[in-house]
């Protein structure tokens, strides 16, 4: 395998060349032709993610396809904007010159995807690599296998590995995928293994963006529309049972309306995912694996033993990889639940007297991927903005942010380095190079030696510079 996967790298290494070539309407074409291939095989993905991770149609169509289909949409739409060169302004050193930047392709790009959703999390970054002009290898992760399976044969049907590669496997295909030049990696997964990753690209001076998560906070104070917030914060925990990188991974909540937020989340989940008392399979996906449940199970029993209340749920079903969803309140700040990302469909929830308590939590952990704002007090709203760091935030609602191509999703620092989606991912593939047309009136001449009779020159090129 590490033979054959150096073979394709060398391939596309000579063909980059020729795709940075390539004009709009190309890329258009590749744009296209790869949605044709998507709609056509849209029964397999729909059949690989029910597999996978027990994916309702529905929830697949939304959080995976139509994604992908949005994206790249908004790509066809706008690449020919993207790709043309932006002026510039000028400076004493080019008073009479061309400014511009170019966008170029960075190369062969590398793009490792995770398992949670593992169709829009490899295409949503592939869209933006062609649109950028750039080959490509693929690495899905090895946990969603049929998943992965679809996506290799889909890629092999449209396209000529010199430009766009997939290679199955387990973590001893990334490692040799890690030790090639790439000109570029992107990375979706965690923290810890994002590390990794950096790592591995600082070797061979390789740029990467890195998509990872950590823990996303929702803060409720006491003007938040309680019922509304519980529902929708039910409802982001909770699609795709918990795994998702941007799902609110615990909730601060003040004091005094803990009671109101226990009762109107459990109604709320009630509601989105329980059929006559007992949870809907159909609707609710389970854990991808036996190792990411017991890890789960244990943070739960962790979680209780350090003191927890169990507010509700708590029950598994290990034969079919289903946790219920889970609620905790009086949650020690010091468990483990309270320190690594929970990736599943339990959630704490801490109070606070007031809002700086809230704040200052945040700012005692790692800076998340995501953070949420239930209130209805602009006052408040700018307070947590301002005193807080986060990769994205959305007030009063979750998730939402994600979907929209005109902002940028990133994360920061320990959640993330860099952005992507619309002209954000075009330009996470694209190398913004500076380009400068000198006139015949260039005034950088002035600066040459000899310098003993241009002394006199300093103070006025202080000022004008």
């Not at 005193?387 to 998730?399: F, I, K, M, P, W």
Request: hydrophobic content about 40%; charged content about 25%; aromatic content about 8%.
């Amino acid at each position: 395998m590490e033979q054959e996967i150096k073979s394709v790298f060398d391939l596309q290494q000579k063909h980059k060349f020729s795709l940075r070539k390539t004009d709009a309407r190309t890329r258009i074409g590749k744009l296209k032709l790869l949605k044709q291939a998507l709609v056509n095989a849209e029964e397999a993905i729909f059949n690989a993610l029910e597999k996978d991770l027990r994916k309702n149609r529905f929830e697949t169509a939304v959080t995976e396809l139509y994604f992908t289909y949005a994206e790249i949409d908004h790509a066809i739409k706008q690449i020919k904007a993207w790709m043309r060169p932006k002026s510039a302004g000028r400076t004493m050193s080019n008073l009479f010159a061309g400014n511009k930047i170019y966008y170029e392709p960075r190369g062969v790009c590398l793009i490792i995807a995770p398992w949670n959703y593992p169709l829009q999390l490899i295409m949503s970054p592939l869209v933006s690599a062609i649109a950028a002009g750039n080959c490509a290898v693929l690495k899905p992760s090895e946990l969603s296998e049929a998943t992965a399976g679809v996506i290799s044969k889909l890629i092999a049907a449209i396209f000529e590995p010199r430009e766009i590669a997939c290679f199955e496997g387990d973590a001893d295909v990334s490692t040799a995928l890690l030790k090639l030049p790439f000109d570029h990696i992107f990375f979706t997964g965690s923290t810890a293994i994002g590390k990794v990753v950096m790592e591995a690209a600082a070797k061979n001076l390789t740029s990467v963006t890195l998509e990872l998560g950590g823990k996303s906070p929702a803060i409720v104070d006491g003007t938040a529309d309680i019922k509304k917030a519980a529902e929708k914060i039910a409802w982001g925990k909770l699609v795709n049972a918990g795994q998702t990188c941007i799902a609110p991974d615990y909730v601060m909540i003040e004091e005094n309306r803990l009671n109101d937020f226990v009762e109107h989340y459990k109604n709320a989940v009630q509601k989105l995912f329980f059929d006559d008392g007992r949870i809907n399979k159909k609707d609710y996906a389970k854990i991808i694996n036996g190792k990411q449940f017991s890890r789960l199970n244990n943070l739960k029993e962790q979680a209780i033993a350090d003191g927890a209340r169990l507010a509700f749920g708590g029950e598994i079903d290990e034969k079919s990889q289903t946790m219920l969803p889970t609620l905790l309140t009086s949650v020690n700040k010091k468990s483990i639940i309270m320190q690594e990302e929970i990736f599943g469909p339990v959630l704490p929830v801490i109070t606070f007297k007031n809002l700086q308590e809230a704040i200052d939590l945040v700012n005692s952990k790692n800076k998340p991927l995501a953070l949420y704002i239930f209130s209805h007090k602009k006052q408040n709203q700018d307070k947590i903005i301002m005193e807080t760091s986060a990769g994205g935030t959305c007030v009063n609602d979750v998730l939402v942010h994600i979907s929209n191509p005109n902002l940028p999703f990133g994360g920061v620092n320990s959640s993330g380095m860099g952005s992507c989606h619309g002209i954000f991912g075009f330009k996470t593939f694209s190398h913004e190079r500076a380009v400068v047309f000198q006139s015949k009136l260039g005034v950088t001449k002035m600066v040459y030696p000899p310098y003993g009779k241009k002394m006199g020159l300093l103070k006025w090129l202080k000022k004008l510079m």
